[in-house]
């Protein structure tokens, strides 16, 4: 995996649209992008808090431009696009949350998947190189609960609105990716399915370890569904290096569609740090003096007991590796959240973990 000076070269002065950037990984990655010295757009229907890193860490004034705007509308999407003339697109604006899923089914999936559809159409007649990194989950695969980790090449599909939504948004990028697009030389599109994310500055509802923060934070006993349904954690730098790995790489425009199933990537991390939800909140609560929880089996939706990536491909063309044990990523994660509420100056903070990481 490349340091942060070689990214650097890739990307700084490069104009860089995130759609999503007020979420938690689209802000996150805008501090990274910010550090490189990139001139960073941003693309979001709103902010849905004001404590994570868009906020905590000030992006809201480090940005080239910060437009509200809902992707669903692919007429604005599209001349939004045209006046910024991107170099790079990190796609990640997304109705993220499984249980949401069941509430707004419709939503989820015009959004996840026609809103890819919209920035799809929004490029294909474009002039310009142009490099872009579609972000799905790794929910897009048709979860058999098996323990061998679902390679790029495996069948997509989903029980669930928000996991269907991702296989559908996979598929559509696929087609264009091998039509529509195919003789475009100018425009090279990969999508990136990442495991289960933690890091400082999530603050989503039903998220196990926001809900673990906000619990103790107010002395109370976290309740935790599905203590033994395992998930691939991982910091949230780990994806978005991979992205950034991922972007670099189609720069270079030596992108062999064929290989290894063509151009999606998952990135997760080792497989011994897949491990159960109760392992995670027991190793996240060593972190915290007044740490309680309990279980609670009564879910309000059904949720994969077991889910598993191989990032063997991600590995073998981009050179990129998971750098954290869960251990590792469990103790920074804390630490941005027991940093932020002591008020402390969360900008400087998040670029020491950053530098931290890509140090490692």
Known sequence: MESLKVLETIYKGKRVLITGHTGFKGSWLSVVLDYLGAEIYGVSIDCKTNKGPYFACGMDKKLQNDIRLDIRNGKALKECIEEIKPDFIFHLAAQALVSNSYKYPSETIITNAIGTLNLLEAIKDFDKVLQVVLITSDKCYENIETFYGYKETDCLGG?????????????????????????????????????????GGDWSKNRLIPDAVNHWQNNETLSIRNPQSTRPWQH????????????KFLSKNNFNSNELGGNSFNFGPKQI?????????????????????????????????????????????LCWEPRL?????????????????????MYDFTISQIEKFFDS
């Open 273 to 317: 740090d897949t491990i159960s939800v109760e392992d995670v909140i027991t190793k996240f609560s060593s972190t915290w003096s007044n740490a309680k929880y309990k279980v609670c089996y009564n879910s309000e939706f059904e949720e994969a007991g077991l889910l598993n990536l191989s990032c063997d491909k991600a590995t073998k063309i």
């Open 325 to 345: 044990r869960i251990k590792d990523a469990l103790q920074i994660t804390s630490n941005w959240y027991q940093e932020q509420f002591q008020k402390k100056k």
């Open 236 to 247: 949230v730098l780990e994806p978005l290096s991979g992205y950034l790995e991922l972007g």
């Open 159 to 199: 029980k669930d609105p928000y996991s269907a939504s991702k296989a559908c948004a996979e598929i559509i990028a696929n087609s264009y990716i091998r039509s529509i697009l195919n003789q475009k030389q100018n425009i090279n599109v990969a999508t990136a399915r990442a495991g289960n994310v933690i890091g």
